[in-house]
């Protein structure tokens, strides 16, 4: 009888929006799974259909301070991630990214584990070249209310850049653009999450300025399919790649290049939300309105073979059953 | 009898080029000076001549640890800052940077302690705006081989303005542009050191290009002399500073904003050092030339009633007297 192991993983991150996703999809491809959260931002909530799970272990873990253990893959997703929770506690927000990212790479120095690190658009800041291409080096401001977030990345992606190029650590980056879906905090902020809230519970949707700017909208399991396709790569290809490319540490952009105006978003919300009592209503828009992004993946299409596929209706529709399951 | 006691410094970088000056200058001033230095880059013979003074107290320590006591004010300083020092292990300047500004904001916050980082005009990277104003964000390469240095200081500067914003920690930042003088290592790449030391052992003066880009060139007193003015400015008027200017945290300019050729400098080098045997050359131009930076003082100028007073001519003898003892 010949015995099979399954692959390890350990996800940080694991109780947030996109580590959930992450840890049930690394189940159904039968690993094992150690799930680090230090449940600030993330909730027990989005794993709890996981915990039944043998190859599931859940630690309650700061990812400022070290972790060991034994691992094929290590994802690092843990930092608070919308402006609401970061801005909560900026000294710790900026810690999670640069010392969760220094103790992940430090594991998967000892103990040769691949390293996928997810970085952000944020690191773009407000960016000057559009769409944004993974060579653009951004716009960012080092001491501004936003900048734990967004340094606090751009340091974690020099980070992972020099441990891959000293150590020889097979670290592996994304910049993810926003995206949405089941499991994200109802109040984190963020458009989407806003509106769905606003059209269940009959509160005027708020659009700001004439709602004509455009946003682009990555659905979750298009970014997971992304993740676990970078993950699967060979070095070698890796490498390769970066060689072609003149890219000093493998980094692609993620995200859904298809474009809606906010208030094509509204309206398409309260088709799908028919009873809704809600209506649009428009304010001033405020000075520190988040800046229009758009990726440009054609890196992401040639290293991965991967676009993203879920439209947004199908995407919207899937957030809204989510969120009602919240309001009842 | 009145027992007057001395105020007490800690200088971390301090057997470096510039820390070396301010312990000097800070003894001058009657404080009790804490010295630190891992001795990477820094050297004992910089500080060698202090070390009879009771005031004075020098620890081998690396500033990624933390480090405690009790402080009136503290300078930090510790970075290795030239390319040839840093790319030699580009994991540990940036942590010296990161690590190294979060266990100096430790201490601070925890002993109430003024705190003095300098940063430095790599945090703008290769501009877009000249000359640099302190309000310009910069633009820098997150994954390249310069990234260790210039995201470190950037993550730094976002440290101590949380710290600042978040916790009340009396943080202020300086942005050091290219400065010179005795005590430089003889061998850390730049232009001057070079220019002096190919001079004095005869060999040729390389020039890239037509030798007609152009450097500012502060010469270490006059920062120093920004340094002991900023510390003791009182609080108050550093947030009514950055109040006045919109600025998210105090950080200011200094450097010289006089600009010269590089072949002013290779000839202003030669005339004072007449016996030389060395010839000027040209070289293609390199790829990786370091960019064009001049400061914009007008913030240190307002904030501290200070501008540069050294001349290149006086600060380059001092500086070709001290190579010469070095060379003997």
């Not at 992401?300 to 073979?305: C, F, N, P, S, W």
Request: charged share 25%; with cysteine.
């Amino acid at each position: 009888m010949e015995l099979k192991f399954p692959k390890k993983a350990l996800v940080t991150g694991a109780a947030g929006f996109l580590g959930s996703h992450l840890c049930r999809r690394l189940l159904e491809d039968g690993y094992e799974v150690t799930a680090l959260d230090n449940l600030f931002t993330g909730t027990k909530n989005n794993i709890i259909s996981l915990f039944d799970n043998k190859r599931f272990s859940f630690v309650l873990h700061d990812v400022t301070q070290p972790f060991w253990g034994q691992f094929d893959e290590i994802y690092n997703l843990a930092c608070p991630a919308s402006p609401i929770h970061y801005q909560h506690n900026p000294v710790e927000t900026i810690k999670s990214s640069v010392l969760g990212i220094m103790n992940m790479l430090d594991l998967a120095l000892k103990t040769k584990a691949k390293i996928l690190h997810t970085s952000t658009s944020e690191v773009y800041g407000d960016p000057l070249v559009h769409p944004q291409v993974e060579k653009y080096w951004g716009n960012v401001n080092t001491i501004g209310v936003r900048s734990c977030y967004d340094e606090g990345k751009r340091c974690a992606e020099t980070f992972a850049a020099d441990y891959r190029r000293e150590y020889g650590v097979d670290a592996r980056m994304v910049r993810i653009f926003n995206t949405y879906g089941p499991n994200m905090h109802p109040k984190d902020g963020r458009v989407i999450s806003n509106f769905i809230m606003q059209a269940l519970s009959g509160e005027d949707i708020t659009l700001f300025g004439d709602g004509l700017q455009t946003r682009s909208f990555q659905y979750c399991d298009d970014l997971i399919e992304a993740l676990r396709r970078y993950m699967e790569l060979p070095r070698g290809a890796i490498d390769a790649f970066c060689e072609r490319h003149s890219l000093g540490a493998p980094v692609i952009n993620t995200g859904n290049p298809g474009e809606y105006t906010i208030k094509e978003l509204a309206e398409e919300t309260l088709r799908q939300i028919p009873g809704s009592a809600s209506k649009l209503v428009y304010r001033p828009i405020p000075s520190d309105d988040p800046k229009r992004r758009k990726p440009d993946i054609s890196l992401a299409k040639e290293l991965l073979g991967w676009e993203p596929k879920v439209h947004l209706k199908e995407g919207l529709a899937k957030t809204i059953e989510y969120f009602k399951t919240l309001v009842r």
